[in-house]
C-alpha cells in the first residue's frame, strides 16, 4: 500500500478523532496519507442521493492517488464503500452507517478486505450485519458513534488503542 485516503465523517473533518490516529497505522507504514475535506455539507445525511454526492467527491481525489489506495472513512465517509467496490480497494470503515441498505449493499459487493470498526451503543451500528458483510471486525461493547464508552475518560482511551490494533493487525492482511 503507497497511500491512504481519508474520508471524514460528517461532523469533524478528516484529522480530528479517529481519523487523526487511524492512518497513522497506514503511514507508519510508508503510506502517503490523503485527507479529504468535504466541499460543504449535504442537508439531508440519510437520503440515498448521499451515495451519489460523497461518490463525486472522492472520485477526483482516487483517478490522481497512484497504485490500490486504501480507504479509511467514518460515518458518513462509509458511503464511498460503493467506489471502494468498484475499484476493488481495501477498507477501513469507522463506524459505518450499516442501518443504511445502500451502505450495506456497497460493502457487501466489496472483493478486497473490509475492516468494520463499531460499537454496540450506536444507532448505526449492527453487529450481525457487520459480521456478516466481513470477516474482520471489531466491535466493542458500550461505543457509542464516537467510539466513547461511559465511564472513566481512560476507557475511552482504551477503546482508541483496541481500534489502532485492530487497524494493525488488519494492514497485516490487506496490507
Known sequence: MDDAVVV???AFGPGAGMLMYAPLVAERRGATIHRHHWSALPEDVLDPTIEAWVRGE???????????????????GTNAAGVAAER???AIWLTPLLTLPWVV???SRATAPVLLIGGTAD?????????RLSAHVLEVVGAD??????????DS?????QVITAIDDFLDIAG
Do not use: E, N, Y
Open 8 to 10: 471524514p465523517g460528517g
Open 58 to 76: 472522492i472520485a477526483p481525489l482516487l483517478d490522481v492517488v497512484t497504485g490500490r489506495p486504501l480507504l479509511i472513512g467514518k460515518s458518513l
Open 88 to 90: 476493488g480497494l481495501p
Open 105 to 107: 449493499d456497497a460493502i
Open 123 to 131: 444507532q448505526w451500528w449492527d453487529g450481525a450485519v457487520a459480521r
Open 145 to 154: 458513534h464516537g467510539m466513547l464508552v461511559s465511564g472513566p475518560a481512560i
Open 157 to 161: 482511551i482504551s477503546v482508541l488503542g
